[in-house]
C-alpha cells in the first residue's frame, strides 16, 4: 500500500509560480510511474503530468505543456511538479496519483493509477 502526500499549494498571482511536491511511502517508490491530476469545482479529473519510473519519459496535458515540468527524486521518493506563469485557469486541486502497472499510453487516464494523495489546493489569482 502506497501513501502519497501533497504539498506545496497556496494562493498565488497570475503570471506567478509554484512547486509541488509529492512524497510517496509504503512502497518502492521507482517502481511507480507517476501522475498528477488537477479537479476544478464543477469539472472532470484532468490529466495533468505524468512521468515514467526512471523519469526517462515526461507527458503533459495540452493546456499545461511548456508552463508546467513534471520531475522525480526516486532517493526521495518524491514527484514534484514546476508550475510557471500560472493562469487563473489553473486553479484546482491538484492530485498526484501512482500507476504501478500500466502502460505508457494510459498514464493519460485517471483510471489506470492505484493510489491518489488528498489534494492540494491552487489558486491563481488574475
Known amino acids: 500500500q502506497v501513501q502519497l502526500v501533497e504539498s506545496g499549494g497556496g494562493l498565488v498571482q497570475a503570471g506567478g509560480s509554484l512547486r509541488l511536491s509529492c512524497a510517496a511511502s509504503?512502497?518502492?517508490?521507482?517502481?511507480?510511474?507517476m501522475g498528477w491530476f488537477r479537479q476544478a469545482p464543477g469539472k472532470e479529473r484532468e490529466f495533468v503530468a505524468a512521468?515514467?519510473?526512471?523519469?526517462?519519459?515526461?507527458y503533459y496535458g495540452d493546456s499545461v505543456e511548456g508552463r508546467l515540468t513534471i520531475s522525480r527524486d526516486n532517493a526521495k521518493n518524491t514527484v514534484y511538479l514546476q508550475m510557471n506563469t500560472l493562469k487563473p485557469e489553473d486553479t484546482a486541486v491538484y492530485f498526484c496519483?501512482?500507476?504501478?502497472?500500466?502502460?505508457?499510453?494510459?498514464?493519460?487516464?485517471?483510471?489506470?493509477?492505484?493510489?491518489w494523495g488528498q489534494g492540494t489546493q491552487v489558486t491563481v489569482s488574475s
Open positions: 509504503g512502497g518502492t517508490f521507482s517502481n511507480y510511474h
Open positions: 496519483a501512482a500507476d504501478r502497472w500500466g502502460s505508457l499510453s494510459a498514464l493519460t487516464t485517471a483510471g489506470s493509477y492505484d493510489y
Open positions: 512521468i515514467t519510473r526512471t523519469g526517462g519519459n515526461t
